[in-house]
Nanobody, 120 residues
Framework: QVQLVESGGGLVQAGGSLSLSCTAS???????????MDWYRQAPGKQREWVAR?????????DYAESVKGRFTISRDNGNHLLYLQMNDLKPEDTAVYYC?????????WGQGTQVTVSV
């Protein structure tokens, strides 16, 4: 079993930046089985949206939704079981609850989310 906890959300003005973190804990065997890690977000009254993805073992860069490409950067620290999302040039439409998601060959793991609010 793996538990995920997001942190770093808050209130920021448009054009500003925020950094989100996701910390994993639990079974060593389960944590070592993670294949990929993602960030999702969900705005009030809207469907949950995929934001960015990175593979645990591959050295390739991240993949991004078109709405955040060029502004957001996903990164990882495998040794400490951490996932990051650097968000720059934030826009009001980025306002949402942001969730981290880990996947192995059999299971999906979700955090409880962290609120990001971008004001004009």
């Amino acid at each position: 079993q793996v538990q995920l906890v997001e942190s770093g959300g808050g209130l920021v003005q448009a054009g500003g930046s925020l950094s989100l973190s996701c910390t994993a804990s639990g079974s060593i065997t389960s944590i070592d089985s993670i294949v990929l890690m993602d960030w999702y977000r969900q705005a009030p009254g809207k469907q949950r949206e995929w934001v960015a993805r990175i593979f645990t073992r591959l050295s390739t860069g991240g993949d991004y939704a078109e709405s955040v490409k060029g502004r957001f950067t996903i990164s990882r620290d495998n040794g400490n079981h951490l996932l990051y999302l650097q968000m720059n040039d934030l826009k009001p439409e980025d306002t949402a609850v942001y969730y981290c998601h880990f996947q192995d060959s059999r299971r999906d793991y979700w955090g409880q989310g962290t609120q990001v609010t971008v004001s004009v």
